[in-house]
């Protein structure tokens, strides 16, 4: 079946270092689509990529979508507290609607203050 | 807050008890969604409603059984249960037909089978 993996499963930063998790599917993605999840927390949207080769920022966040619609990056610049969690991908099933979901194992930051 | 709201947050019942976890959204949203988070598995999704119409099942086990009444709840029924469903319990909303597809998370129902 479909799957989509994320790598690492784990990261512990220092804060003010940078920090990145990859994302990479088995099948071409319509569109990919990033969660954090505090912890205690439930999954938060983040982030929806759908043109092949898209990068979009929010503030020190940098997502990528790859030219062939198969993989994702997140990099956080210069890592703070508040970025701890677990951030996860997702993309649809393969042929199925959008809206129906395939979530990577997700990438727990940690950050040493 | 999402939007999302679940009852109860905790829930410990034995694997005799019938349960029923409830999800309602406030977001006018028309697509809703349960799915299970285990620890070091990938959030799994279970089942999904469309307008009040369930178009997924995800080979999910007969002792999990949802209702959607309408399209802002959403409840899911347990019975006979085993230990290794213990397990977060995500409801999730979003508006099908739009370009984003984002979903929006309650807060879970951490369920325990003892």
């Known amino acids: 079946g479909q799957q989509v993996m994320q790598i690492p499963q784990y990261q512990h930063v220092q804060e003010g270092e940078d920090f990145t998790t990859y994302c990479n599917s088995s099948?071409?993605?319509?569109?990919i689509q990033w969660y954090k999840q505090r912890p205690g927390g439930h999954p938060v949207f983040l982030i929806q990529l759908v043109k092949s080769g898209e990068v979009k920022k929010q503030k020190r966040l940098t997502f990528q979508f790859g030219e062939a619609k198969k993989n994702s990056s997140l990099h956080i610049t210069a890592t703070q507290t508040t970025d701890v969690g677990t951030y996860f991908c997702?993309?649809?099933?393969?042929?199925?609607?959008?809206?129906?979901?395939?979530f990577g194992k997700g990438t727990l930051l940690t950050v040493n203050p | 807050e999402t939007g999302v709201t679940q009852t109860p947050r905790h829930l410990v019942m034995g694997m005799t008890n019938k349960k029923s976890l409830k999800c309602e959204q406030h977001l006018g949203h028309n697509a809703m969604y349960w799915y299970k988070q285990s620890a070091k598995k990938p959030l799994e999704l279970m089942f999904v409603?469309?307008?009040?119409?369930?178009?997924e099942n995800n080979s999910v086990p007969s002792r999990f059984s949802p209702e959607c009444p309408n399209s802002s709840h959403l409840f899911l029924h347990l019975h006979t249960l085993q230990p290794e469903d213990s397990a977060l319990y995500l409801c999730a909303s979003s508006q099908e037909g739009l370009a984003d597809y984002e979903q929006f998370f309650g807060p879970g129902t951490r369920l325990t089978v003892l």
């Open positions: 409603y469309n307008f009040k119409e369930q178009t």
């Open positions: 997702a993309g649809p099933l393969s042929g199925g609607s959008n809206y129906k979901l395939t």
């Open positions: 099948t071409t993605l319509s569109n």
